[in-house]
């Protein structure tokens, strides 16, 4: 079955422990992709990759790290969480071209007290 | 301006009501994708589209590349309808085709 996961999906943390959210997709796609999505905002771009050891920032890329080691891996790293990084996470992927269907992972809610 | 828009932001139908939720766009695009999300829940792709209508039980989306629009409609509703259906574009860049996010609609089907 096609799909994108996400762990863990849920997770409260303190303020500065470092955390990773792992995602993993089994569909050979390029290009992975991180999201929040917060109340009022929608979801916006964290960071994006086209391909492995290829990643660049999205809109709001502050406080977060990636990396691409492998295709089929996209984490996403909170090397000193704030409470303002509390939100709903998505990974997402599709293949490069125009004609790639977006899919997403389940989410990950994130609380920083 | 926000480069996806849509309309209305919120919407409650009664079981069986015909639905429609629209999408404009400022932006050059490649595609347009409708997804949904079920409170609480994942997003799932319902259609990607670049031209013309498709139609997936009682689901059916259109686009109008020249008007920069696009249309969901549910027909016969029903209360599993009920979660926010987001429209995104696929809009071509130098490097990559970034999707931008509309505000999603959030919709509420009453029995």
């Known amino acids: 079955e096609a799909q994108v996961t996400q762990n863990p999906r849920y997770l409260i943390t303190v303020t500065g422990k470092k955390l990773t959210v792992t995602c993993s997709q089994n569909?050979?796609?390029?290009?992975m992709s991180w999201y929040r999505q917060d109340p009022g905002l929608g979801l916006r771009q964290i960071y994006y990759s086209m391909n492995v050891e290829v990643t660049d920032k999205g809109d709001v890329p502050e406080g977060y790290k990636v990396s691409r080691k492998e295709k089929r891996n996209f984490p996403l790293i909170l090397e000193s969480p704030s409470p303002n990084q509390t939100s709903l996470y998505f990974c997402?992927?599709?293949?490069?071209?125009?004609?790639?269907?977006?899919?997403f992972g389940e989410g990950s809610r994130l609380t920083v007290l | 301006k926000n480069e996806v828009e849509q309309s209305p932001q919120n919407l409650t139908a009664q079981e069986g009501e015909f639905i429609t939720i629209n999408c404009s766009y400022s932006v050059g695009i490649s595609a347009l994708h409708w997804l949904q999300q079920h409170p609480g829940g994942g997003i799932v792709s319902l259609f990607m589209l670049s031209s013309g209508k498709k139609k997936h039980g009682r689901l059916i989306a259109t686009i109008n590349i020249q008007e920069k629009h696009s249309s969901l409609h549910i027909t016969a509703s029903h209360p599993r309808d009920s979660a926010v259906y987001i429209c995104a574009v696929l809009a071509p860049g130098t490097s990559y085709d970034k999707v931008i996010f509309g505000p999603g609609t959030s919709l509420s089907v009453i029995p």
């Open positions: 997402a992927s599709r293949f490069r071209g125009q004609a790639g269907e977006l899919f």
């Open positions: 569909m050979n796609h390029e290009y």
